[in-house]
């Protein structure tokens, strides 16, 4: 097996072992693959510092998360690969908002969304899930028409790929927002 193959399959078991709850063997899993990696495997190491980021993200650890995302960003930067570059933007758009740096936020989920929408090889999930969040984001600090803006071009994005549960959602807010 290559130590590509065995880099991919370290981070794809510490990935599962960490959506089931197991933190401590998902870390060692992702320092598996990190110890097998070359300084210049920019991709692998985005995603390693992705998970590193998860892990400290799932205990409220939000300044180290800040840390690895901002570590796994660059990585990402190195690499080339848009939506790796966007998806690591949005997901520290996330973090300064749950730190209350509020323009940082911003600036990052704008920045995350333009990328997607530039990128035709942007998954449509990837691009609602910063929608919405960026969304989240304007209503809590009481920009309601750039809020309600966000949702709408996240319900025209679920009707264009027929997801129903996300038109639902969407319309709901939308119906919230509307009525205060």
Sequence with gaps: MSRESRIHDYLTKAWQLRSTGDATSSKSTTDKAY?????????????????????????????EALAHNIQSLTYYKASGN????????????????QLKNYKEATKNYTSAIQLYEDNSNTCEKDLSNALISYAELLDLIGKKKETINQWTKALD??????????????????????KS
């Design 35 to 63: 110890e097998l990696c070359r300084s210049d495997d920019n991709e692998f190491l985005g995603r390693i510092f992705h998970i590193y980021r998860q892990l400290e993200a799932d205990t409220d650890n939000y300044d």
């Design 82 to 97: 848009i939506d790796r570059i966007a998806h690591s933007m949005r997901h520290l758009a996330d973090l300064q908002a």
């Design 157 to 178: 994005l679920y009707q264009k790929i027929g997801f129903k549960e996300g038109m639902k959602l969407a319309e709901h807010k939308l119906t919230q927002l509307l």
